[in-house]
């Protein structure tokens, strides 16, 4: 898929790659400590399906936005994941979508670190519950 060319000679598709590294970084800043690169490089060449040239490019691309971010910047920046996480969920429950709202919603909590895919009881590892029910989803959608 090729994105339009914006006025920055990238395409519209590489913006909202690097946005989403960009997003990764913010959620993850535990990946800008230290040399993490190695790591970063296969999670977006993972994430993308893209090549490590063209991860090298996403990554350094977002390290610079990170970088120009000052703590207004990263202010105004949640506040903008969270109105786009509101639009598209809105827009999932009018189309009744409830997997798609509820996607929606881990990603917003993931963002505000609210959301935990791994935790630990007792020493054993659990994972995130998957198996929501439909009816739970339509009370859940009722409520809002």
């Known amino acids: 898929m090729s994105g ?10 590489y913006r909202v790659r690097v946005d989403e590294v960009v997003a990764l970084l913010l959620d993850k800043q535990s990946l800008l400590e230290g040399r993490k690169s190695s790591t970063l490089l296969k999670l977006i060449m993972e994430r993308f ?3 490590k040239r063209m991860a090298e490019s996403y990554l350094q691309s977002a390290l610079s936005e990170v970088e120009s971010f000052n703590k207004s910047k990263l202010v105004d920046a949640f506040g903008k994941a969270m109105r786009d996480r509101e639009f ?10 409830l997997r798609l709202a ?3 919603v881990k990603d917003r909590d993931r963002i505000a670190g609210l959301y935990v895919e791994n935790y630990r009881i007792n020493d054993v590892t659990t994972h995130e519950f998957n198996d929501v029910s ?5 009370e859940l959608l009722k409520d809002e």
């Open 4 to 13: 339009r060319k914006m006025s920055s000679g990238h395409s519209t598709q």
């Open 49 to 51: 399906s893209v090549s």
């Open 88 to 97: 598209l969920f809105r827009k999932a429950k009018e189309k009744k979508d």
């Open 134 to 138: 439909f009816e739970k989803l339509m």
């Open 102 to 104: 509820l996607e929606i």
